[in-house]
């Protein structure tokens, strides 16, 4: 199994909405990534998991707040979102430890009203 | 830091042309080299992959060489079909102890017209 899988595919919430993001692997790895991705432009790194814990945080807004609850579970929890926090996001992993390719899921578009 | 340059397009070819993207990076270290492709409202596929100088990464048709000495990737297929149609992101790891980062370049979005 060489698959990511994420849900929802597409989510609309208002700004006072409190929501999540999921994402799953059953490939063993043990870094898992989250990524905002507005149109026309590449992915931008949010958080990386390392071995269960929190390793980066890029300066995300804590309206964003990153969950790993085990080796393949990421999630993503929403809180007081902006209508600018409309993207794509995007769940990715990765061996770990070493320079191999990432994964990646077919991501959630995110819709805030 | 780590950075990747491609170019940026877009690029609107005919079916079965030629197609050159190019892509050259800078690292401190030795990264893995990569493509990726997005197809419109999907994900980011692995397209092919490069871990050491002079290694060729193919998949598909594509091809791409790690070049150290000119620090480049370029992506090249011989004949580029409508299905290729994506947006295509070069991109760089360095080994980090577990919390390795993708450094992307801007993407360069293809366009192929029958």
């Known amino acids: 199994d060489t698959e990511v899988t994420q849900t929802p595919k597409h989510l609309v919430m208002g700004m006072t909405n409190k929501k999540s993001l999921k994402c799953e692997q059953h490939?063993?790895?043990?870094?898992m990534y989250w990524y905002k991705q507005k149109a026309k432009k590449p992915p931008e790194l949010m958080f990386v998991?390392?071995?269960?814990?929190?390793?980066i945080n890029e300066s995300v807004p804590s309206r964003f707040s990153p969950e790993c609850p085990n080796s393949s579970l990421l999630n993503l929890h929403l809180h007081a979102l902006q209508p600018e926090d409309s993207a794509l996001y995007l769940c990715?992993?990765?061996?770990?430890?070493?320079?191999?390719?990432?994964?990646f899921g077919p991501g959630t578009r995110l819709t805030v009203l | 830091g780590d950075s990747v340059t491609q170019m940026e397009g877009p690029v609107t070819l005919s079916e079965e042309a030629f197609l050159t993207i190019n892509c050259t990076y800078t690292?401190?270290?030795?990264?893995?080299l990569f493509w990726y492709v997005q197809y419109p409202g999907e994900g980011l596929q692995l397209l092919l992959k490069?871990?050491?100088?002079?290694d060729k990464g193919s998949n598909k048709g594509f091809e791409a060489t790690y070049r150290k000495e000119t620090t480049s990737f370029h992506l090249e297929k011989g004949s580029v079909q409508v299905s290729d149609s994506a947006v295509y992101f070069c991109?760089?790891?360095?080994?980090?102890?577990?919390?390795?980062?993708?450094?992307f370049g801007k993407g360069t979005k293809l366009t192929v017209n029958p």
């Open positions: 998991y390392s071995y269960e814990k929190l390793s």
């Open positions: 490939m063993g790895h043990r870094a």
């Open positions: 991109a760089l790891m360095e080994p980090q102890g577990g919390s390795e980062k993708l450094v």
């Open positions: 690292a401190t270290g030795y990264p893995s």
């Open positions: 490069a871990t050491k100088a002079d």
């Open positions: 990715a992993s990765h061996l770990a430890g070493g320079a191999d390719e990432q994964f």
